[in-house]
């Protein structure tokens, strides 16, 4: 994989991580953080310029699914988990 491409292929990584970070329900959040990550260790071994071509395509295609996914989730009131509860300080 020629350099650029490498560089592009760990932008949309990052990208994609980052506003997966955004979903204000922890189970989507961790859903979707662990599909990124998988998806892409998956196929790191992967050369022929064509599947990459292929494999960046439906990257973007899910990173604009995250982005809408996250404004919709933004619009309604969530209930945190008791996973994400902020622990009480004693004073």
């Given at each position: 994989m020629a350099?650029?491409?490498?560089?592009?292929?760990l932008s949309l990584y990052r990208l994609l991580l980052k506003e997966s970070k955004k979903f204000p329900s922890y189970n989507y959040r961790t859903y979707a953080l662990r599909r990124v990550r998988d998806a892409f260790r998956e196929n790191r071994t992967v050369e022929d310029p064509k599947?990459?071509?292929?494999?960046?395509?439906?990257?973007?295609d899910s990173l604009a699914l995250i982005q809408r996914?996250?404004?919709i989730g933004k619009m309604f009131e969530i209930q945190k988990t008791v996973v994400e509860q902020e622990e009480k300080k004693s004073d």
């Open positions: 350099a650029s491409s490498r560089e592009h292929v599947v990459v071509e292929e494999l960046l395509n439906r990257s973007r996914q996250v404004c």
